[in-house]
């Protein structure tokens, strides 16, 4: 079981999460990480008032968790709910055959944590370093029973995930590998600039054999369909993972079917 | 933030967007065999009788709940609405999905001239069926009435089994 159980630093039986994880408490006497959160202004918190978000505060933990490392695992207790405050995620089901099918990718300013029967019903795991904000469950729905408003709040917060789902499933009804591709590209860009980012040049925080996953193609055919996009001046490809839209008016040609 | 919850119709070309929330709700179903199960819920019927499937969706039009619906003749009451295989997921803040997803079954049963409402849990007491029943007592349902269910066993070459692993009903085929 690999949960987020971040666990005391002076525990003695660490796991290998507790060794990729720092967690720190926010009393409420201590100015609180909201205040200088860059995800705040662009996540559902921003809606919060003061006392809303001292009272979130005075129960959540920020934790940091290294590249690759687990933030929790399909089926485990489903102890906790999160938000991302700074990198990227990536949520996915392991198939009955072993084979593993990302659903989603996630980004700062978005929340984690859907369950079923108190179990989670995903896997979860950093792409690159990640900062999380992180509830106990029991506790934040112990708050919403106190302030039944912030109930309302906190849906828009938490449908993050099924929202990622539901844009691959789209995705995937998109015929060919360009379209698939291309619309991805644009999904990152719209993303991006979502969260208060300029969005273009995109950064890819996922590995192609990850891109692939999510798309359902083989990471020869991501590949070689960027390489296509940038023969034909469509994109260009930075350094550092990032890509520039050069023709943003035909990708979303692509990304149509036209 | 709040989200403006609007009720929506699924469609054909929603069905395959609608199935990552069935998938949180029932693990191990594939893409493939909700398709096949809902699409008969999509196809018109008498207007005077209509039945579907209606989604609760957010402002980014992500599908959050949903639940099948079916207008039937009674007895007792001439008409009913009846809303079975409701699927709302255990997400905080979902009691403010409860109520849009019970109150889009009562605006739809008055629209169509419903005396009353069956909602219907097949699957046992899970936890979350347990929650959304304290939610419905607590809107005014009754939850007194007495019904009973009993796994029948498959045929032998009628699991409706079709290589995925997951095991269909004979009804369930029937619904395909």
Known sequence: MH???CRDETSDTRSRFSLAVRASAHPMHLASPCDTCQAREF???ASLTGEEQKRLAAIMRTINVE?????????DPAEYVYTITAGAVKVYKLLGDGRRQITGFLFAGDFLGLTHNEVYAYSAEALVPARLCRFPRRRLEALLAEIPHLEERLLAMAS???AAAQDQMMLLGRKSARERV?????MLFNSATRHGGPGNPVFLAMSRGDIADYLGLTTET???TVTLLKKQGLVELLDDRRIRLANMSALREIAEGF | MVDTLTARFLDRRTIDKAYPL???????MTAAR???FVRPHLMPRSPDWPRGVMTIQNAGGCILSLFAFEVRADLHETRIFCMDHIMIPDLPGRGTLWASTIGAAERLAEMNGCGAIKVEFARGPERSDQKLLMALEAMGYSLASVRASKRLKAKPGDTGDDGDGVTRSVRGLCDA
């Open chain 1, 67 to 75: 590249p690759h490392r687990p933030i929790f695992d399909e089926a």
């Open chain 1, 43 to 45: 996540s559902a918190c």
């Open chain 1, 222 to 224: 991501v590949s070689r």
């Open chain 1, 160 to 162: 993050h995930e099924l």
């Open chain 1, 182 to 186: 291309v619309s991805f590209i644009l």
């Open chain 1, 3 to 5: 949960s987020a159980t």
């Open chain 2, 34 to 36: 909700w398709a096949r």
């Open chain 2, 22 to 28: 069935v998938r949180n709700i029932v693990p191990g």
